[in-house]
């Protein structure tokens, strides 16, 4: 069945560093892509999506890149910043083969330090 | 406009009692989801309303969950009788359109001893 891995963390990252968290996925569809952030105390957000191959998802400095060719959907930004430090998931919604249902990565937490 | 709320916020119960946690989704949309985290592993699908009917209960676990969505509003999820290993967080989410992504809820925490 269609998975989401992503790289585990935590990742610990000094103030305005550049960032990548990891992602793969595997579907046997077309599946949207996503990539969803929790704050502390905080409900999960998506992030940014990208729901063809080649698409660009980009918010509050986050950027990733559907590849078709290698399966992967990695999130970058350049510099961080202290309010950055969450838990970030990657996850794809597949409706052609898996329903309206969201497949999630295990989450990777992100500390940024001042 | 109010976001997708979820009560309580956390619960505490002993294993065999019976737990009821509710959704309000966003005014408005159709498509309503449970997912649930245990353990710190990945969030997993439990099912999907649209308006009342259930479109997809593939990933409730057994028959001790029942969900419903009287009136295509509100949702409930009751757990009964509940064991140590349905702890976790249960987490609603509503949609307008069925692409495009979902909007959480903060989350359920329960916690079963």
């Known amino acids: 069945g269609d998975s989401v891995t992503q790289m585990e963390g935590p990742v610990t990252l000094s103030e305005e560093a550049f960032l990548t968290i990891n992602c793969t996925y595997t579907?046997?569809?077309?599946?949207?892509l996503f990539w969803y952030v929790q704050y502390p105390g905080e409900g999960l957000q998506l992030l940014l999506k990208a729901t063809k191959a080649d698409d660009k998802g980009s918010n509050k400095g986050f950027e990733a890149t559907y590849r078709k060719e290698t399966t992967s959907f990695h999130l970058e930004k350049g510099s961080v910043q202290v309010s950055d430090s969450a838990v970030y998931f990657c996850a794809l919604s597949d409706p052609g083969t898996g329903g309206f249902k969201t497949i999630f990565g295990a989450g990777t937490r992100l500390f940024v330090k001042a | 406009e109010a976001g997708v709320t979820q009560f309580p916020s956390h619960s505490v119960i002993e294993k065999g009692q019976t737990v009821t946690l509710r959704c309000d989704p966003i005014s408005g949309h159709d498509n309503l989801y449970w997912y649930r985290r245990v353990m710190g592993k990945e969030i997993k699908f439990l099912l999907h309303f649209v308006k009342e009917s259930k479109q997809d209960e593939s990933g409730m676990p057994n028959n001790r969950f029942l969900a419903e969505r009287t009136g295509g509003t509100y949702s409930t999820l009751k757990v009964q009788p509940a064991e140590l290993e349905d702890s976790g967080v249960y987490f609603c989410?509503?949609?307008?359109?069925?692409?495009?992504?979902?909007?959480f809820g903060p989350g359920t925490r329960l916690t079963v001893l």
């Open positions: 989410a509503s949609s307008q359109v069925i692409s495009g992504g979902q909007f």
């Open positions: 579907a046997t569809g077309y599946p949207s």
